[in-house]
Every structure is written in structure tokens, then in C-alpha cells.
């Protein structure tokens, strides 16, 4: 089945610190990837997404590319901000399912610190 | 423009007693997602729904969960008996198309605690 693994955190940084924040996937077929982000106390939003291979998604300063040969959709910035603090959640899309039934990592928590 | 409504956002119920969560959906959304957030995990799918009908419910357990999204009204996601094991955040998402290229929005979510 699909499965998406990313690293465990808690991360914490100091503002304007480059951020990296790993994730892999195995799935069937040619999914579509998506990063989500969490503030505490509030629903998942959508903070970039991906639909295939070598795509780069980027929103907010925030980036991540679609790479098919190491099943890998790292997400990255390059100075962050405490308003960042938050979960991270990389997530993939079925295609092959013909609708959308997203499976989730188990999140990585950042936090910024001034 | 409202985006996806959930009610109630918290919700306490006791052992033995049923717990119902609504979702209103971005309007015009006919695609509905009910999810589940154990504490410290990810979240894990549970049902799809169209309006009138369930897609698919293999992430729901059998017993106890059911989930509507009628013609008219909010989705619902009811759970009769609750257990401790039940305590968890309950997000719904919805979309406009089902395609894998749409975008899933996601409401507040609302916390079960199961005393």
C-alpha cells in the first residue's frame, strides 16, 4: 500500500535558519504530493503541492520537488520565521484511486525561535 | 467565502454515549473526506462521500462509525458507543472535483474526548 515517511522532529531553529525537512514515499502508479501545514489548534492547509515528476512546487518561500528516482519530495527554506512554527505534513495522492484518498506522514514539528 | 465549516469544535462524551460531528463543506463541494488524528500521528483517512453516497469507507472501523453527507445539510460522522480508543481529532475536507489534481480543503477539525 502507500506510505509516506518523513523525519521525526521536533525541529527547532533559530529565525533566519535554512530548513529542510525530509520526506519519501512508496506508492503504485505516479502520485501526486503535497505539503501541508498545521498551526496549533487549527485544520491542515494546503502549502504547495506537486502533480508530477521533476515538478517543483513553492509557496510563501517555501519549495519542494517531485523526484521519481529517489521517491523523495523534500520541502526546504531558506531563511525561517517564527510565524513558521507549526506541524509539517507531507502527504500523497493516488491517481490510480480516480479520486482523492490522501495518505499522511505522521508530521514533523518545527519550531522558530527568535 | 466560507471555507469548511466543522461543529462542534470540541466535544466531550462519556463512555457508552454517541458523538456526532457535522461538516458543511466549501459550497458547492459535492466531495467529502472524513479523517482521524490520533494524538502525535498523522492523519488517516476514513470515508469518502458524494452527496447521497459513500464511495469509499475503508479506513472507517465497521462498528459503531457510520457517515452520511444527505442531499441536504452538513456530512455527518456518528459514532455510537464511544471508547476511550475513540479520542482523537476528526477533521472533514472537501473538494470540488475527485481528481487527484484538485485540492482537498480541510476544516478546523473537532476534538473528541472520550472520558
Known amino acids: 500500500g502507500n506510505s509516506v515517511t518523513q523525519m521525526e522532529g521536533p525541529v527547532t531553529l533559530s529565525e533566519e535558519a535554512f530548513l529542510t525537512i525530509n520526506c519519501t514515499y512508496t506508492?503504485?502508479?505516479?502520485?501526486?504530493l503535497f505539503w501541508y501545514v498545521q498551526y496549533p489548534g487549527e485544520g491542515l492547509q494546503l502549502l504547495l503541492k506537486?502533480?508530477?515528476?521533476?515538478d517543483k512546487g513553492s509557496n510563501k518561500g517555501f519549495e519542494a520537488t517531485y523526484r521519481k528516482e529517489t521517491t523523495s519530495f523534500h520541502l526546504e527554506k531558506g531563511s525561517v520565521q517564527v510565524s513558521d512554527s507549526a506541524v509539517y505534513f507531507c502527504a500523497l495522492s493516488d491517481k490510480a484511486m480516480g479520486y482523492q484518498k490522501v495518505t499522511f506522514g505522521t508530521g514533523t514539528k518545527l519550531q522558530v525561535i527568535p | 467565502n466560507a471555507g469548511v465549516m466543522q461543529n462542534p469544535r470540541h466535544l466531550v462524551r462519556r463512555r457508552g454515549q454517541e458523538a456526532r460531528l457535522r461538516c458543511s463543506p466549501v459550497?458547492?463541494?459535492?466531495?467529502v473526506y472524513w479523517y482521524r488524528q490520533l494524538p502525535e500521528e498523522g492523519l488517516k483517512f476514513m470515508v469518502y462521500?458524494?452527496?447521497?453516497?459513500?464511495?469509499?469507507e475503508s479506513g472507517m472501523p465497521k462498528e459503531r462509525f457510520s457517515a452520511e453527507f444527505p442531499k441536504e445539510g452538513p456530512s455527518i460522522l456518528r459514532i455510537q458507543q464511544v471508547v476511550r480508543g475513540d479520542s482523537a481529532a476528526y477533521f472533514c475536507a472537501s473538494s470540488l472535483k475527485k481528481d487527484g489534481q484538485d485540492t482537498q480543503y480541510f476544516g478546523p477539525g473537532t476534538r473528541l474526548t472520550v472520558l
Open positions: 462521500l458524494q452527496k447521497e453516497n459513500i464511495i469509499d
Open positions: 459550497k458547492g463541494h459535492s466531495h
Open positions: 506537486a502533480t508530477k515528476a521533476d
Open positions: 506508492a503504485t502508479g505516479y502520485p501526486s
